[in-house]
């Protein structure tokens, strides 16, 4: 697993922790849940990490 994903992985993680705390994820349906927040997190790193090595 290359560091992107290891850092999406975490926060994703903690995402889906306060998510639960908070009462709007169960659970029951954090594995409907947390691919989708993962899938986001991953490709909010690497739009960043491609705007930073074109200047943007």
């Known amino acids: ?4 994903s290891k850092e999406a992985l ?8 306060k998510f639960i ?3 709007t994820v169960s659970p029951g349906n954090f594995a409907e849940v947390f691919p ?3 899938k986001v997190v ?3 790193i ?3 990490a491609h705007s ?5």
Do not use: F, I, P
């Open 52 to 56: 930073d090595t074109h200047g943007n």
């Open 1 to 4: 697993m290359d560091k992107d």
């Open 42 to 44: 991953r490709e909010a």
């Open 36 to 38: 989708s927040v993962y």
């Open 21 to 23: 705390e908070t009462r």
């Open 46 to 48: 690497s739009a960043d």
């Open 10 to 17: 975490q926060v994703a993680k903690e995402l889906t922790a």
